[in-house]
């Protein structure tokens, strides 16, 4: 074997050294250490040829300075790499061409196709049922602190504290529907004015997408997969968190959306429409077998007779109605509480007691649920299938109408969402398939802006149907809602450099996910639900503590930003001991002291070991240690 340079070999046979594009010039191939070498026999007529192999291109060895972009340009492609869901299309699967098969064969493909299908269905069916029983499970265990939280109206005249309390109820009762109409019930009973309620519809936008991330979750026996659907989940939360922190500012100084949408309502408030909840037809038979709710109902009188600064406030009735179960009652002609005729109607539990069960079974039935989902897909987008669906989703539209193919793919999440009358089940829906790379996060993007606009026309469509004495208030919050939303996509998606913050911050999170998994539940816990409590916590003691410690935060979180960027771009102008964050405790700039404790304390555990894979393997795929 006759290992030549760049101009060739006489024979006609090329071998090879990757070790080469390592030396510097004048360096010998001897005084490298010996590297595995690949042979390409290749017969060639000119002896300057540049030989190109199937995914390297080397270049002359004689320019060092092109070998080094080259090698630059091989390291950034390895860091992008975990996110190109084409890459998987280079999985290699045994198949068997059509043409090739018998009639047997056909006709057993064709029903293993359709077999497929239809428990695929039949997954997403009792999954979507599984997001009601925990919606509904939430609204048992909390549902009533959520209406006694919103009955404290005074504190929600601080901006940030209507927004945490925003994100907690809507986290307690998992509907921005209920928040949005249990403001509507404050504001018209004149407990609450329009200004402090848009905070609230603010954060009732961070906290219905905790749905979407606890289905990520689903997938976290598999790294891979779990990096990219909790990436797909969380970008959802990076855009309403940039978005809360530019428009909750501004609207607490100006009042930007609350003037537009006075505009905007004008000459509104004697339409009439009709809301009809489409999803609700298809599981209602099903999930009213199970549990039916009455919440709306009893929080709107929770928070009419329960606040202070309500005309209506009566502490007797406020304790009847605290009393009063959540659960649908049913009366027969005379008045008499008889049983309704669904599952829990039939304990006789309370509803805490009913809210933790139906929790764990809805759990279990959503896990089910989605591992089912997850390897039925599998079985189908194998092959030819996954190659074109993918190609076909993750490409954009042809010059010169390329720029307007997120547009698209935005205008199919407020279909999609209008359709199934809930952002969270189409989220949520989607979340599995980033995961196994069908839908890619870039893609992913576009249709939760798109979801987050479907959702306001749910809202609008209910405005529209409500009562006449409350219908231009309530058209006026889901007007809020819309702009809210149309600010936040404007500012974050039609300059690519904007575009690219929530996406880079979601990425960031599904790395850092992959590589220590128990950080998903961590920050489910911290966003959205230390950080709301320990703010409104806060708010209850004194103004002055509460802004205090804003002011500390913010400085802090604004130091660490700054530095850190300095520390990428201008790392020479920063003093020696800044350049790098080791002059802090371990456990305050890295997550291996918490990854080290947290490993010791589940090593017995066999379960937890299960789908793991080598810390190298995941270091050499990140790109980074």
Known sequence: MVESDHRGSRNGSVVINPAFSDLECGQTASQQPPKVTSEVKRPTADADAVVTTRRQSYVRMGDP?????????????????????????????????????????????????IGRILFAFLCIYLFINSLTFLSAAFQLVGGKSAGAAFSQ??????????????????????????????????????ILELTPAINIIMGSNIGTTVTNTIVSMGQSMDRKQFRRSFAGATVHDCFNWLCVAVFLPLE??????????????????????????????????FTDKVIRMNIKKVLAEVTKFCSEDS??????????????????????????????????????????????????????????????????????????????????????LPY?????????FMGIGVVFTFLLQSSSVFTSTLTPLVGLGVISIDRMYPLTLGSNIGTTTTAMLAALASDSDARTTTIQIAVCHLLFNIFGIVLFYPVPFMRRIPIAGAKILGNTTAKYRWFAIVYLLIVFLLIPTLLLGLSLISNIVFYTFIGIVLLLILSVISITLMQKYAKDRLPLKLQTWDFLPEPFHSLKPYDRLITSLFSNC???????QPLDDLTVSYGYK
């Open 311 to 396: 005309p209506k406030y009566d502490p007797e009735f406020c304790q009847v109605w605290k009393d009063t179960t959540l659960m649908k009652q049913c009366r027969d002609q005379h008045g008499k509480i008889v049983k309704c005729g669904f599952i829990f109607s039939e304990t006789g539990m309370s509803d805490t007691w009913t809210g933790l069960i139906l929790m764990i079974l809805s759990l279990l039935m959503l896990c089910l649920c989605l591992a089912g989902l997850v390897k039925t897909l599998q079985s189908i987008l194998l092959g030819p299938v996954a190659g074109a669906l993918k190609k076909h989703i993750n490409s954009d």
């Open 153 to 190: 109206g005074s504190i929600m005249s601080n901006p940030i504290v209507g927004l945490m309390l925003g994100v907690l109820v809507t986290v307690l009762v998992q509907s921005s529907s209920t928040s949005t109409s249990i403001i509507v019930a404050m504001i018209a009973a004149g």
């Open 65 to 113: 300075e092109d070998r080094r972009m080259s090698l630059g340009k091989r390291r950034r492609s390895t860091k992008e790499d975990i996110w190109d869901v084409t890459m998987d299309l280079e999985e290699e699967v045994e198949y068997v061409p059509w043409s090739e098969k018998t009639e047997l064969q056909r006709t057993g493909s064709v029903l293993w196709i």
């Open 606 to 612: 066999t379960c937890c070991k299960c789908g793991t």
């Open 400 to 408: 010169p109408f390329k720029w307007l193919t997120g547009y698209l």
């Open 252 to 285: 607490a100084l100006f009042h930007p959306i609350r003037f537009l949408s006075e505009i905007i309502v004008k000459g509104v408030g004697k339409s009439s429409g009709e809301n009809q909840d489409f999803i609700k037809i298809i599981t209602k038979p």
